[in-house]
């Protein structure tokens, strides 16, 4: 059974810092995305990734995967208090026909 | 806005009740998904329907069915409730049966007292 696992769970942050936000999973998959979850809200595609060596960017947020290690990272550059927010990683089991999810980060910036 | 849509957005509700959650995917998009989300479990999937068919079934209790009708809107109803089952109940849509992209909706919250 696929296992996805996030860390850290919590992250709080100084605003301007850099950080690293971690995902393994347990079995053999070459799509994993990333999302993104305000409280109370829905989940906001951040990244999809599809290959080996995948490295996105948007803003402040850089997403990579390397699948042979089986990781996803997502960095934060020069954190602003607007990146405050629940962040997921997702495998897709059957490409497309399941999604599991890690238990998600939770990442408050500080002003 | 992702153009999927759920109804309703809340719904509160006594243990041992059935409930009716609803989803509409985007236009044109022939696969709904649905997911749970709960303090306990995070978000987990529940079952895909493609073009009116079950296509994948996950942690999907017998209490729980789902089905997709002619116009690809999917309902999913929920049986003999207990409190467990409280949690925020997402539908996704994707473009096919095998698409790298699922868009969710705002979901649907639901409070079993």
């Known amino acids: 059974e696929l296992k996805v696992e996030q860390n850290p769970l919590f992250l709080s942050m100084q605003e301007g810092k850099n950080y690293t936000i971690y995902c393994n999973y347990s079995t053999t998959s070459d799509r994993l995305y990333w999302y993104r979850q305000d409280p109370g809200k829905s989940l906001e595609s951040l990244f999809v990734?599809?290959?080996?060596?995948a490295v996105k960017q948007e803003g402040r947020l850089m997403a990579s995967l390397d699948t042979k290690a089986r990781l996803s990272t997502l960095h934060i550059t020069a954190a602003v208090h607007d990146l405050s927010a629940t962040y997921f990683c997702a495998v897709d089991v059957r490409y497309g026909n399941k999604l599991v999810f890690g238990a998600g980060t939770i990442l408050r910036v500080k002003s | 806005d992702s153009g999927v849509t759920q109804t309703p957005k809340h719904l509160i509700t006594a243990t041992g009740q059935r409930v009716t959650l609803r989803c509409s995917p985007r236009s044109g998009d022939l696969s709904v998904y649905w997911y749970q989300q709960s303090l306990d479990q995070g978000l987990q999937f529940l079952i895909q329907y493609y073009n009116g068919e079950e296509r994948a079934k996950g942690n999907i209790l017998e209490r729980f069915s789902a089905q997709q009708f002619p116009d690809l809107h999917s309902e999913l109803n929920l049986s003999s409730l207990e409190l467990g089952d409280s949690a925020l109940y997402f539908c996704?849509?994707?473009?096919?049966?095998?698409?790298?992209?699922?868009?969710f909706g705002p979901g649907t919250r639901l409070t079993v007292t």
């Open positions: 990734l599809l290959s080996n060596g």
């Open positions: 996704a849509s994707s473009p096919l049966g095998d698409s790298y992209e699922q868009y």
